[in-house]
C-alpha cells in the first residue's frame, strides 16, 4: 500500500546510515549556543587564573567579611550622627531627680513600691537578683524601653524618650540598688555579682 500522506521538509540533511527505515536528520546546534559555549569557557578560564592562580579579587567569603565590616562601621557612623545614647549611668543630681519624678509618676513605684521594695505585682530592685538582664544599664534600659508582657511589665517606649528612660535606668541602679528598705520583697531571679 502506498503512503499518500504528505511529506515534511527539514532542514537538515539526512545523515548517511537508516535504521529499520528510520532516517536521522543532522540538525547541528545554532551557531550562537556554540559562541556562547566559548565565551563561557574562556570567561571560566580567565576566572580561574583571576581568583585561584594569581589571587588578584577576594572570594566570597573574604568579600563577605569585607562587606560586612563595611556595614557595621557605616551603622556605627549613623549611631554617632543620629545622637543615640551611651548606655551608661547618668550620675548628674539633675538627672537623678529627673530619674526619681519619672518613677514616681509612671506607675513604677505602684509595682515595684516606692523605695524600689517590691510588691504582689513588681520584684524587689534593691537587690543583686535580677529576672531579666544582669542588672546592669542596658539591660534595665531594654526592660523599662520594650517591656516584660508575659510579666505584666509595660513597655515605656511610646511614652517616654530614650533619654527619659536611661534617666529612670540610672535612678534604679543609683539610688535604689542596694538600700534595704524595710518590707523588702523576698529574692527572685539569678544573683548578680
Not at 565565551?39 to 572570594?59: E, R, T
Request: include cysteine.
Amino acid at each position: 500500500m502506498e503512503n499518500n500522506s504528505k511529506k515534511v521538509k527539514y532542514d537538515g540533511k539526512p545523515l548517511e546510515y537508516d535504521f529499520d527505515g528510520i532516517k536521522e536528520l543532522n540538525n547541528p546546534i545554532p551557531p550562537w549556543l556554540v559562541y556562547l559555549w566559548y565565551i563561557s569557557l574562556i570567561f571560566s578560564a580567565m576566572y580561574f587564573v583571576y581568583y585561584h592562580i594569581y589571587k588578584l579579587g577576594d572570594l566570597q567569603d573574604a568579600e563577605y567579611e569585607r562587606q560586612m565590616a563595611k556595614a557595621v562601621t557605616s551603622v556605627q557612623k549613623h549611631h554617632e550622627e543620629s545622637g543615640q545614647l551611651n548606655m551608661v549611668i547618668l550620675a548628674g543630681d539633675e538627672d537623678m531627680a529627673d530619674g526619681e519624678a519619672i518613677y514616681k509618676e509612671k506607675l513604677c513605684a505602684t509595682c515595684h513600691g516606692a523605695l524600689g521594695e517590691g510588691n504582689a505585682i513588681g520584684p524587689n530592685l534593691t537587690d543583686n537578683y535580677w529576672i531579666h538582664g544582669t542588672g546592669d544599664v542596658a539591660s534595665v534600659f531594654d526592660v523599662i524601653k520594650n517591656g516584660v508582657p508575659t510579666k505584666g511589665m509595660t513597655p515605656f517606649k511610646d511614652q517616654l524618650s530614650d533619654e527619659k528612660i536611661l534617666q529612670v535606668s540610672s535612678y534604679i541602679l543609683q539610688k535604689l540598688q542596694g538600700t534595704n528598705p524595710p518590707n523588702a520583697k523576698e529574692p527572685q531571679g539569678v544573683l548578680v555579682e
